[in-house]
């Protein structure tokens, strides 16, 4: 592990002088992603993402556990910055065919729970705790037709500094569920970074060569950090009309980018995809102690519709068990929305 942290550790005084301090490092970052996004570029995008497993996102197969809850701001730009043109060009394999590039600055939180969130006794000892994960970054794209690079850098904290607590109760009061019970124990404050590349690809050969209403898109890539460690790779199938030269839809874990900004003002777009992705894991924080699964499936089913500058999906997303003490599966549903101006 890169930085070694206790699964479980109640605040002290020093810890809650080390969060004022995170406290601070978001508020500069929040301060950096406006500055950048005042600027006039030529084209300019933002997305929510909300991701959660309660019945009112995925009434077919609610949980409230483990991964249960996250939300993601994107702000995405295309500017002319000399670096980013020299990005475009670095050991790209199809760069001799045009390459579109684009930056996005982000600000997110992830918020993690044992199982019976609200009923302490029920909870086994091999599960995973109360945690948060506040954090912001920036990720750089480039494109072609075929062919698509992210690689995204975050940093935050993994702790109370996280303010997970403070929403999760906020929530289940807005909602009226019962209150989580047992966030005195939640994992202590933590740097967390983590550094991600991923490739997409457009098929072109064979059974999967694109039609009007079908295409296949390929993906593979890495994670390396104090958050996770793991190495990916899936397929993502499209039906639908008017796809374009994009590369499928987007997640938390993949915002969209460049694809949001190729797409056609003057016309409509809607698809239903399906995508399945293995995982090779090495490190997840939040499964710290646990005996973790070493390859993990995951699978999803949703739907995009475009129409003009807006852009809107729903997907519900299953996984096989993470840890072997598991018991039953995790799922979650999401909410995806795009404005380009």
């Not at 043109?85 to 590039?101: G, N």
């Not at 599960?127 to 794209?141: N, P, R």
């Not at 374009?244 to 797409?263: C, D, E, V, Y």
């Not at 090779?280 to 500058?309: C, I, M, S, W």
Request: proline letters at 3%.
């Amino acid at each position: 592990m890169i930085f070694q942290a206790n699964r479980r550790q109640r605040l002290n005084g020093s810890k809650i002088m080390k969060s004022k301090g995170f406290g601070r490092a978001v508020r500069w970052s929040l301060l950096f992603i406006v500055l950048f996004s005042a600027g006039a570029f030529a084209k300019d995008a933002v997305s929510l993402y909300l991701e959660n497993d309660s019945r009112r996102f995925k009434p077919n197969h609610a949980t409230d556990r483990h991964y249960t809850h996250g939300t993601k701001f994107v702000y995405l730009t295309q500017p002319d910055w000399q670096w980013l043109e020299d990005f475009s060009q670095w050991h790209f394999s199809d760069a001799d065919s045009e390459v579109d590039t684009a930056v996005g600055f982000f600000l997110g939180q992830n918020i993690y729970t044992p199982d019976h969130v609200s009923e302490p006794a029920k909870r086994s000892d091999k599960d995973m705790v109360f945690a948060g994960w506040l954090y912001t970054g920036m990720f750089a794209q480039r494109a072609t037709d075929h062919l698509l690079d992210h690689l995204e850098l975050s940093i935050g904290v993994i702790g109370p500094s996280s303010k997970a607590e403070q929403v999760q109760k906020a929530i289940h009061d807005l909602i009226g569920s019962d209150e989580p019970i047992g966030w005195d124990d939640q994992l202590a404050d933590e740097l967390a970074v983590d550094l991600s590349f991923m490739r997409k690809q457009r098929l072109q050969g064979g059974w999967f060569a694109p039609t009007e209403s079908t295409d296949f898109i390929a993906e593979y890539g890495f994670t390396a950090g104090s958050v996770h460690r793991h190495l990916q790779a899936g397929i993502t199938a499209r039906y639908g009309f008017n796809l374009g030269n994009t590369f499928g839809p987007a997640r938390m874990a993949l915002p969209s980018g460049i694809s949001t900004l190729r797409k056609d003002e003057t016309t409509s777009c809607g698809y239903l995809f399906a995508r399945a992705t293995g995982k090779a894991v090495e490190h997840n924080r939040f499964l710290t102690g646990l005996d973790e699964e070493p390859l993990v499936a995951e699978f999803q089913l949703g739907v995009v519709y475009q129409y003009k500058k807006l852009e809107v999906g729903y997907s519900q997303t299953f996984f096989t068990r993470e840890f072997k003490e598991q018991s039953g599966k995790d799922s979650f549903g999401a909410f995806t929305l795009s404005w380009k101006f």
